[in-house]
Structure formats: C-alpha cells, structure tokens
C-alpha cells in the first residue's frame, strides 16, 4: 500500500454553520489579497494542489462585488474570490469554486433534492463570466451534500445532472460533490448504476471520522465497497479525510494519531486525498496568516513530520505533487 499525502483542501471565506468557524472566522474577514496569496502559498507548500471554495455568497450577502446581490460580507479584501483566484494562477493551482448555499437553510432537505431556486443559474452564469479568464478556476463544486442513505437520493441525482449540464456549457467543465453518508453505502448493483449515471468528474466521499458518527474498521470497510463500485462504474475515487473534531459547537484540530490513521485506510482505497479542512486545522509555525486554533500549528508539524519519516518532504522543505484533479 502507497501511503498518499493529503494533496486538496477546502476552505472559506466565512463558514455557513453557526459557531464551527468562530476560530478563523473573524480572521479571514480582515485577509488582505496578500494575506490570501500567503495563505494559499503555505497550503501549496504542504502539498495542497487542489482547493475548494466552499461557497461565494452566504445568507444573502455575496463574497465579491456581485449584480445579483447588492448587500456584500464586510471583508477588508475588497475581492477575495479574484484574489485567491488571482494566487491560484500564481501557484498552478487547481481550485473549484463553490455554486450553492443560495438559500437557506443551507442543508436539511436540500440534502435530498438539491437546490431548486433560479439563483443557482444566475450566480453561475455572472460567475462564468467575471472569473472564468483564470487558469486556477478549473471547476464547480456542489457545496449542498448528497444524503446519501444505502443509496443516492435519486432527486439528488437529477439535480446534480442538471447543474453539470449547465456549468460544462458555461465552462469550467469540471464537477465535483462530496456526499455524507458514507458509512451507509452498500456498493450493490443500484449502486454501481447510480454511480454510472450521475454527470459528475469527481466524488469525495466524507470519512465522518471527524464527526464522530463512525469507526476505523467501518471506513475501511466502507472504502474497499466503494473502490470496487468506482472500479465497476470506471470513475476516480476521492475521499474527504475530517482532519477536524468538536469541541462544543465549534471545530478544533483533531489529534494527529487519528488522522494518521485515517490517512492509512483511505490511502489504500483514494485516488486522491483531500481534507476537511486546511484552513483552521493546520497553520506552518510563525505564519503571518495565522487562522484558526493554536493547536492547528501541532497538527500542521505532526503531518509534516509523517511525511518526511515517510518521504513524502522532499528536500526543499515542501510536500511533492501529484496529479491534479
């Protein structure tokens, strides 16, 4: 078994659930585009080459200067989305821009059925249009989360066909979901097909190790179903590692032993790695774009020094690349 770095993250410019972001929260509101570049530089020095952005207006306030919404998040950066975009280009990163979370609340039966209001096509067309020049926007991501139960909702199937239809047309062509539900799935025939019709490029299934509602031995054997389903349906399999845990309401950095564990299994099973989440989690000792809780800095030097006991640092002091999604 190779073991796999972390190699994509997500990460937000303010996140939606109440109290699980009031560690970085307030932090990223005050991010000049510098301190953006800065942040998504350290990300790609330890490895990240794939973000996604978790979304790009929020309870009816836009990140950017948008003419859908004329009420804006009060952020210091006049434009964070062009400046992470903008450093993404610097960085030969691969980032997917979050299309979603337009109404509220931003989960709930939306997990079943996907959202359903004209602003979906709006936001992505004015999106497309204002941001699509940059060689880091290579993507959509459907930040409402499939519930999957056994099985994919099968309205869920029908509204993600229809998003990808529409955003290939806009361009970037590329889509990627990442369901809840894992521990759930049964990798049966249904299954298979449902993986087969769903008009997606990219799946990363959540571990919910770091929403505690699993098992080790359950994600092990969750993933080895889900690699030979993927394997049946012919697409690549991501997993969403949980580097998080709870404390309250609010998400801390989980303990490196777990993670390391959790990284073993899905190591096994992922054609990709990515995290939930960088941002917040993990911060390189000294950063001057510090966000999130002071624990985040072990976490960030237990990782890295995994992967240089396991030679995954090269000698530049910076975690390698792999294959872009």
Known sequence: MALKRITGSWFDFYHPNPYEGDCWNSVTQRFTEADWELKLAEMAEAGMDTLVLLNVALHGKAFYPSAIWSHRWDTVCPDPLEAVLKAGDKLGLTIYVGNGFYTTPIMGSLSTSGETTQLRFDFARELAARYGHHASFAGWYLPVEAAIFTHFPDHYIAYANEMSGFLRKLGPEKVLIAPYGTRSITGDDRFVSQLRSLDV?????????????????????????????????????????????????????????????????????????????????????????????????????DYRAFLRDNGLWDTAGQAGTERKG
Not at 223 to 228: D, G
Not at 251 to 264: D, K
Not at 277 to 301: I, T, W
């Open 201 to 301: 490029d990219y799946i990363a299934y959540q571990d919910e190790i770091g929403v505690d509602r699993t098992t080790f031995e359950a994600v092990d054997a969750t993933f080895a179903k889900l690699r030979e389903a993927h394997d049946r349906a012919g697409i690549p399999l991501w997993s969403d590692l949980e580097v998080f845990r709870f404390a309250g309401k609010v998400l801390h950095p989980g303990p490196f032993e777990r993670v390391r564990r959790q990284l073993e299994i899905l190591s096994k099973y992922s054609d990709k790695v990515l995290c939930y989440q960088y941002l917040g989690m993990m911060n390189k000792p000294g950063s001057p774009v510090h966000a999130g809780h002071e624990s985040s800095v072990r976490l960030y030097e």
